[in-house]
């Protein structure tokens, strides 16, 4: 190994993040002959393939995922060590970042987020898209994303995952509910009531999945694709919905709602920011992912909700059990 020339480290860590000749070449900034070159001479010097074209791109053979762990950490170790005599200043960095959010992320995450960049950062501007979780990794492998924020845990050993917050769920309803008043709803209030659900691509399951857990599916008034237009429908109508806590706080804030406990209790679900591995970013990338998990992770504690009256003391009826959630 005394004569393996690091850059072709480098190339192999891309390669393996990536799983595209195209998305290495772009970010080491060479042509995708040299990307090719590059592999054949890794070939000779590992006696193995390494990787595989799929229909999902390059499949990293048993010797190249032997092979990753080892020369990752290593880049890593030596990108650090150059990056200490590094005098990269935010304050006069300009840029423009692409994330991609769910809807709930942009009512509630991306103010914060947009807010100390100003503060931070003034010159980095950020294009937001509509989160797939479906593609979302995709999307950050072809460097079409810097980053993204989701809650279903996605395993890709492409990508980092870097947990922010944890969240539980509420129900939300109009502060002059006709039939909702206390502070907590029953199973059989919830269930003689009309819901309005979210489903759709950015992994927001956790609402129907409840709903369905209970036979309450054909309560469901409205089946709507976006978070967001929850409080202009509540709080003009008799429905109700299970929510994130913290997304509820932010729409009572600001609309004529209130949250309750429900009468059950939820796992909750730990949001997480996702990114690629250290040595695939470019130094703007390492500080754009460093300062989105300071600023997000810094999660506002939730207002204490009204005490249950229910005998459990936690918002679930004596004797109800605890409901199944799936990602969200």
Do not use: C
């Amino acid at each position: 190994m005394s004569s393996f020339d690091l850059n072709l480290a480098r190339v192999f860590v891309l390669l393996y993040e990536t799983g595209s000749v195209t998305a290495t070449a772009e970010t080491l900034h060479v042509t995708q002959p040299t990307v090719s070159y590059s592999l054949a001479k890794l070939r000779r010097h590992f006696d193995d393939d390494l990787f595989r074209r799929t229909g999902r791109g390059l499949t990293p053979t048993a010797g190249a995922r032997r092979l990753y762990e080892p020369l990752q950490r290593a880049l890593a170790d030596i990108d650090g060590a150059i990056r200490q005599g590094d005098d990269f200043d935010p304050a006069t960095m300009a840029g423009r970042f692409t994330l991609a959010l769910s809807d709930l992320g942009e009512v509630t995450l991306l103010p914060r987020l947009v807010a100390a960049a100003r503060a931070r950062a003034p010159r980095v501007s950020f294009t937001v898209r509509a989160l797939d979780v479906d593609d979302a990794e995709g999307q950050l492998r072809r460097g079409e994303l810097d980053a993204f924020v989701a809650t279903p845990v996605l395993t890709s050993h492409r990508t980092v995952r870097i947990p922010l917050f944890h969240e539980r769920y509420v129900g939300m309803v109009a502060a002059d509910h006709p039939r909702v008043r206390g502070a907590s709803v029953t199973l059989a209030e919830l269930a003689a009531e009309h819901h309005a659900t979210v489903y759709g691509p950015s992994g927001h399951v956790v609402p129907r999945s409840v709903l369905a857990t209970y036979g309450l599916l054909d309560r469901a008034a409205v089946d709507a694709t976006r978070f967001s237009l929850l409080p202009y429908l509540l709080e003009r109508t008799d429905l109700i919905a299970i929510v994130p806590e913290y997304v509820g706080e932010v729409f009572t804030a600001s609309h004529r709602l209130r949250l309750v406990r429900l009468p059950f209790e939820t796992e909750p679900i730990e949001v997480a920011l996702y990114a690629r591995h250290e040595a695939s970013r470019s130094p703007s990338q390492r500080w754009l992912v460093q300062f989105m998990a300071e600023v997000l992770g810094e999660r506002v504690s939730p207002a204490q909700l009204p005490p249950s009256a229910q005998e459990s003391g936690d918002g679930r009826a004596a004797g109800q059990p605890r409901a199944p959630v799936p990602e969200w």
